[in-house]
């Protein structure tokens, strides 16, 4: 284990964090193939049965068992973000060392660029892309959040490239002639992997509230998949009579957004006592 993840796990809430989304991934992996499926309607007439021992979670109006719909929005959720945020991560780790080692116009027009779009707010941007879509795949969804998402990362990275340059280990490498390529991805973007990871982290938990917010709003992902934003959205004339319905997938988006907030924090705060 790295320096960084000794002293996350030495974080009691960064332990904790870390065990809760452990646990989230084993059960999205491990449980759906246990469970009914999602959209099984055994019993539509007596649809909302309350929580018991053969539905843990209980059932919605549509008698579906709560807690395989809940696992498998998990799955979608957690599905969109690693694609988004690894999108993101990628495009806004190459504009910002590109930007910061280049300087020059290029970083001008570069960085002009990232505070024009920044000007836009990031969900109107998103309302836009997929309201134009009548029906949304997934590969879209995860594709118009990672493409909307990079701008942060990039002047994140450029910030730390900036700095990166001034030291003599950069200044050596090109004193000795390296080649602007092999001082990027050789000697600058492993020392920005430390501030990359918080941003990571961090972003992971914007990304499923965005996604749980799309969905809640129809605009997400679409049924017959569940998802945690969907399921609120359809228990939402249920809320009084069964609030488990929507309880649950609330539940599940706070837990894990939560969880990834305290992995985050605990990264910042490590990250922190390197620098």
């Given at each position: 284990m790295n320096p960084?993840?000794?002293?996350?796990?030495?974080?009691?809430?960064?332990?904790?964090?870390?065990?809760?989304?452990?646990?989230?991934?084993?059960a999205v992996i491990v449980l759906p193939p246990l469970l009914p499926a999602p959209w099984l309607q055994p019993d539509i007439a007596h649809g909302g049965l309350a929580p018991g021992t053969r539905h843990l979670l209980g059932t919605d109006h549509l008698s579906r068992d709560v807690l395989s719909r809940v696992v498998s929005g998990g799955r979608i959720s957690l599905l969109v973000a690693a694609g988004?945020?690894?999108?993101?991560?990628?495009?806004?780790?190459?504009?910002?060392?590109?930007?910061g080692y280049s300087g020059g116009w290029i970083d001008a027009v570069l960085m002009r660029l990232v505070d024009a779009t920044l000007a836009v707010p990031r969900l109107f941007l998103l309302l836009?892309?997929?309201a134009a879509l009548e029906?949304?795949?997934?590969?879209?969804?995860?594709?118009?959040?990672?493409?909307?998402?990079?701008?942060?990362?990039?002047?994140?990275?450029?910030?730390?490239?900036?700095?990166?340059?001034?030291?003599?280990?950069?200044?050596?490498?090109?004193?000795?002639?390296?080649?602007?390529?092999?001082?990027?991805?050789?000697?600058?973007?492993?020392n920005v992997t430390g501030p990359l990871a918080v941003a990571t982290t961090l972003a992971v938990g914007d990304v499923i509230l965005l996604e749980a917010g799309l969905s809640f709003l129809g605009l997400g992902v679409q049924p017959p998949t569940p998802s945690w934003g969907g399921m609120i959205l359809?228990?939402?004339?249920?809320?009084?009579?069964?609030?488990?319905?929507?309880?649950?997938?609330?539940?599940?988006i706070?837990?894990?957004?939560?969880?990834v907030n305290l992995v985050g924090d605990a990264l910042s705060h490590a990250q922190a006592e390197d620098g």
């Open positions: 960084l993840g000794r002293r996350l796990w030495a974080d009691p809430a960064g332990r904790l964090g870390t065990v809760v989304l452990l646990l989230l991934v084993v988004a945020v690894a999108m993101s991560l990628t495009l806004g780790t190459l504009v910002g060392l590109v930007a836009l892309l997929v029906r949304i795949p997934l590969s879209v969804l995860i594709l118009s959040i990672g493409a909307t998402g990079w701008l942060g990362t990039s002047r994140l990275v450029r910030a730390e490239v900036l700095k990166l340059k001034t030291l003599d280990f950069i200044r050596g490498a090109v004193a000795l002639g390296a080649r602007p390529a092999r001082v990027i991805f050789t000697h600058l973007l492993p359809d228990a939402k004339p249920y809320i009084v009579s069964a609030p488990w319905t929507s309880l649950a997938p609330g539940a599940a706070v837990l894990t957004v939560l969880a």
